[in-house]
């Protein structure tokens, strides 16, 4: 098994910093070239509906200045529907957004919502974005997943990150027997959410998960040893993972 696994680095919590002071440090366009000289795949960004981390220009900068696919994460609204299709970024990845969440908190209730959703996905494929739904590592999402024709589903990785023993193992499993749902079905599974150092190893093993898009925690680990090294390692145990020399 040796299929290059992708890192898409999520750039929200450089954001967050420069927003909690409301200048214009730090800039999350450095974060982006230090992502593309560490070798990163690509840059995630969620634009949320409150604009508390990335904001509109952020998303303009981005998209002028990077070559690196952009994958941006963004509600089932008519508002982000109409940002997505103004930039087309390479990958939109609809997740669940509410106001007072802290992060994203569950996965998107694709087969409640499928009358919702189906224009969007419609819309934003026919529109060359690669549409990607962040889901419950579950066959009904991911069945209806299907019947939307998104070609990507991201499985939320945040119940089995913040599990322990017996619990982390069925989680485990829960997320493994996801991923070959979908790759059966002609769908490509990333993962996401909570990911770190410790616990993205057995996630990167997993033979069909294609990307991984990690954020806090490499944000986070960038102030003790720097933001190249951080994507470093995270790329290093990653392809540990998968036998990659
Ligand atoms: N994937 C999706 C769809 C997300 O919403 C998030 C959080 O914004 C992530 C991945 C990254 O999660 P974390 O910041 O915990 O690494």
Redesign the pocket.
């Known amino acids: 098994m040796n299929q290059h696994l992708r890192l898409?680095v999520?750039i929200?919590?450089v954001a967050t910093i420069r927003n909690a002071r409301g200048g214009d440090h730090p800039d999350p366009w450095r974060a982006v070239e230090i992502v593309e000289q560490a070798g990163g795949d690509g840059i995630?960004v969620?634009l949320r509906e409150d604009r508390r981390h990335i904001r509109d220009a952020d998303l303009d900068t981005l998209m002028a200045r990077t070559q690196l696919p952009i994958n941006l994460?963004m509600a089932a609204t008519q508002e982000m529907l109409a940002i997505a299709l103004k930039h087309k970024p390479h990958a939109a990845?609809i997740?669940p957004e509410r106001r007072a969440e802290r992060?994203?908190e569950g996965g998107l209730d694709a087969a409640g919502l499928h009358n919702e959703l189906a224009p969007i996905v419609a819309q934003l494929s026919d529109a060359g974005i690669r549409v990607?739904l962040?889901i419950e590592p579950d066959a009904r999402q991911i069945e209806a997943a299907m019947r939307l024709k998104a070609p990507v589903v991201?499985l939320?990785?945040?119940k089995y990150?913040h599990s322990t023993g017996p619990e982390l193992a069925a989680e485990l499993k829960r997320l493994s027997d996801a991923a070959a749902l979908a790759a059966r079905n002609g769908i490509e599974p990333?993962?996401?959410?909570?990911?770190?150092f410790e616990n993205v190893g057995p996630i990167a093993a997993i033979p069909q998960i294609a990307e991984?898009?990690?954020?806090?925690?490499?944000?986070g680990e960038a102030i003790f040893i720097g933001l190249a090294a951080s994507i470093q390692e995270m790329r290093a145990r990653m392809d540990a993972a998968r036998d990659v020399a």
């Open positions: 898409g999520n929200d919590h995630t969620h994460e990845c997740v992060t994203t990607s962040f991201e939320h990785t945040g990150a990333h993962a996401g959410h909570g990911l770190t991984l898009n990690i954020g806090h925690f490499l944000i």
